[in-house]
């Protein structure tokens, strides 16, 4: 038995085997006539370059050569996009702004025939379009107050300009408004004033409040004193016994020398004036 390990085949040989091997590789390589469209993709077909139709998300076969596969990506995506315009009140405004969109996903061979894959140029352009038209309607500070009202605005304008290339638009949402900096310092200045002002009218409400409750401590003291006279003019006993209460006052703070004579005041009627020494001399 011959042992072909041994045999020493010609270099030639060895090449062309090489060679041979190497080809096939490239060839299904070229050739492979599989190939797999993603959930969330759609693939136009063409066959030499003309749409022969599309194919949803799964495994398929192609004609090598023959077929060319187009992927489409139809999930929502987000384009982000800075717009100059002008306010209605001349001022320069530097809009921040987002576009959520998706391709229409049974419309994928009309996008690749009118726009092949340069569809978000398209959305820019039209864009910078309904942005301009939006913000010239408001005034810098209506752009700041009302930025929802200009979001749905644009949403609804672009959604109808993008709508013949077959984008269905989902939201502008708007990121920022930038203005010049004279507005900003301007705007700044005015909310500062607004402060101040809510502090001043703050404070002038707390005063009317302290005055209110000063006016009806008053009032009410006004009206214990009033009941306290009346009581006192309705009851001899009442009037005695302040009569007692006013000179045990005074004892409790004579001193020792001569003490002056008492006259009681209105709500107590008038007393004789008397020299109290001698009550207390009695005592």
């Keep these: 038995m011959v042992d072909v390990r041994n045999i020493e085949f010609p270099a030639m040989l060895k090449w062309k085997a090489i060679s041979i091997v190497i080809l096939a590789l490239l060839s299904v390589w070229i050739l492979n006539p599989f190939y797999t469209v993603d959930a969330g993709e759609r693939a136009v077909v063409t066959w030499f370059g003309e749409i022969s139709g599309t194919e949803n998300p799964g495994f398929h076969i192609k004609v090598p050569i023959a077929n060319g596969i187009n992927i489409y990506n139809v999930r929502t995506q987000t384009l982000d996009a800075d717009a100059a315009s002008a306010s209605s009140d001349l001022q320069t405004v530097h809009t921040k702004i987002s576009v959520i969109y998706h391709l229409e996903p049974n ?35 209506g752009l700041i107050t009302h930025r ?9 304008n672009l959604s109808r300009e993008l709508a013949s290339y077959h984008i269905v638009v989902e939201g502008t949402p708007i990121q920022n408004f930038d203005f010049s900096k004279e507005f900003n310092d301007a705007i700044e200045a005015k909310n500062v004033a607004m402060q101040d002002k809510l502090r001043a009218q703050q404070r002038y409400e707390q005063t009317i409040i302290d005055q209110k409750a000063e006016l009806a401590k008053k009032e009410t003291e006004a009206k214990a004193l009033e009941l306290q006279k009346s009581a006192l003019m309705e009851s001899p006993e009442l009037i005695e016994l302040r009569k007692v209460e006013a000179y045990n006052n005074w004892i409790a703070k004579w001193d020792g020398q001569a003490m002056p004579q008492i006259i009681m005041g209105d709500a107590g009627g008038i007393l004789p004036m008397m020299d109290i020494t001698s009550i207390v001399d009695k005592n």
């Design 107 to 141: 419309s994928v061979a009309k996008i690749y025939s009118e726009l092949g894959y340069t569809y978000e140029s398209i959305i820019e352009k039209k864009l910078q379009d309904v942005v301009k038209a939006a913000t010239a309607k408001f005034t810098a500070e």
């Design 148 to 156: 929802e009202h200009v979001a749905l605005s644009i949403q609804d």
